[in-house]
């Protein structure tokens, strides 16, 4: 290939804090270092839509242009029939329009560079727990291990010490239990947080399960399925794992476990 189309040689000599990413999807505009969580990856959708089926798009579209201040936009046409919202830039804003960009010309995105990886991080941290960009400092001096045959982030790790697992599956983190203070530090958003009554605390950080007829405080917004971290009454972190109840449930019910511990204290 004598030279590489002007979006592609743009961003390789680009570093992360210098340009946006965004794939037009049938379901909305998905950021680029979401493009693996759940279920961006994991839908299929038809080559064909009717006029109303794209509305949510069109107008999560015009939401994000109506945030962008950029000096220049490429629009990669993929044959789909999100293409036609490359018509709804508007004419203020430097466009370039790419057709027919040829599958080995891909946009080459390599987590192991320009600190690409620490923008995927934070914005994992930041969809999935609300964690806060500015109470990141800290993750400056994480390491990260590459899968070699996907390209993608495996484990974020401190110290020789794992933090975080990426789930090939969901796109999101499984923190350890120092994955955990870390997130508190960070100040993790209360709502992923339970909170559990001192007498069973010993048996909650050595790994047994978080029952929810001892759960004091739940946050009603808490879904099932989420990673949550468990404290005791005096807020002292017990263990970190998967809440199997949403917050409401953990306050009613009266059996049944509420938070499957996955790393705890001892």
Not at 61 to 80: E, P, T
Not at 156 to 178: A, N, S
Not at 239 to 250: D, H, K, N, P, Q
């Amino acid at each position: 290939m004598d030279s590489l189309p002007k979006p592609v040689a743009e961003i390789r000599k680009r570093t992360a804090d210098q340009l946006l990413l965004f794939f037009i999807t049938p379901m909305g505009v998905v950021p680029w270092e979401l493009e693996h969580v759940h279920p961006a990856q994991q839908c299929v959708f038809p080559h064909i839509f009717g006029d109303h089926d794209l509305d949510t798009t069109e107008l999560r579209i015009r939401d994000v242009l109506g945030q962008l201040d950029c000096k220049k936009i490429y629009w990669l046409d993929s044959k789909a029939a999100t293409d036609k919202f490359g018509d709804m830039i508007p004419a203020h804003q430097a466009m370039e329009r790419i057709a027919n960009l040829e599958p080995e010309e891909k946009l080459p995105i390599d987590c192991s560079r320009n600190h690409w990886e620490i923008r995927k991080l934070k914005a994992l941290l930041s969809y999935q727990w609300n964690i806060n960009i500015s109470n990141m400092q800290n993750s400056s001096n994480w390491e990260f291990v590459i899968s070699k045959s996907t390209g993608k982030i495996r484990y974020v790790k401190q110290e020789g010490k794992i933090l975080f697992t990426l789930v090939p599956m969901t796109g999101l983190f499984t923190p350890t239990y120092e994955g955990a203070i870390e997130l508190i530090k960070m100040n993790l958003d209360g709502r992923y947080r339970v909170v559990i009554k001192n007498e069973v605390s010993e048996f909650v950080e050595k790994g047994k399960s978080a029952l929810a007829k001892f759960v004091i405080y739940a946050d009603p917004l808490l879904r099932a399925g989420e990673e949550v971290i468990v404290t005791n009454e005096e807020g002292e972190l017990l263990g970190v794992g998967r809440a199997l109840l949403s917050g409401e449930e953990m306050k009613s019910f009266s059996r049944g476990v509420a938070v499957n511990i996955r790393h705890a204290k001892v």
